[in-house]
């Protein structure tokens, strides 16, 4: 006589840091979002002045990124420099910028610290969660990049075809 079958344990599950390599969230979609990319690069003095009133909210016609990610919606439309459709899209706008650039890297090691397929993986898993994505490089001394991927819906998105 056999006795009841024996429940298999469950599969285990993948750190929470490594998710993005088999989660295919849709939280975007629920959302209805799209994202309009931005970049920005000059002088990284001008950022780490924290007193400097030019990227308060109120101050909307500079180029500065802002404090406030979702203040870069705010901007002037000249700084979108891409309407993007699908997370897929923003992490592949994301890669292109940073290939482009990635020879200018100063420290070099801001390239390489963490992998190509985790650093575009992560991102395309965290603008599908709905989030936005930002990342910042110093390209020398002084110069400052910034790269934002911002999610927005279509209410009142004067980039969305009707």
């Known amino acids: 006589m056999t006795g009841p079958p024996q429940a298999q344990p469950p599969a285990p599950r993948p750190p929470d840091h490594e998710v993005w390599r088999t989660a295919r969230p849709t939280r975007w979609r629920e959302l209805g979002l799209h994202w309009h990319a931005y ?17 308060m909210p109120a101050v909307r016609g500079n180029d500065l990124p ?10 002037p ?5 891409a309407v993007l459709w699908t997370p897929e899209g923003g992490a592949q706008w994301l890669g292109k910028e ?12 801001q390239r390489a610290f963490v992998s190509d397929e985790r650093r575009f993986g992560m991102a395309e898993y965290e603008l599908a969660c709905g989030n ?3 990342w910042g490089f110093w390209l ?7 790269l ?10 004067f980039h969305v075809d009707a």
């Open 66 to 75: 802002p404090f406030v990610v979702k203040e870069w919606l705010d901007k």
């Open 148 to 157: 934002a991927v911002v999610g927005t819906t279509s209410a009142g998105c």
């Open 132 to 134: 936005d994505v930002v």
């Open 77 to 81: 439309d000249r700084l979108i420099r």
């Open 140 to 146: 020398g001394e002084r110069t400052f990049l910034t």
């Open 39 to 55: 970049s920005w690069r000059g002088d990284g003095m001008e950022l780490v002045i924290a007193e400097d009133s030019r990227r």
């Open 98 to 109: 940073f290939r482009a650039v990635a020879d200018e890297m100063r420290p070099a090691e």
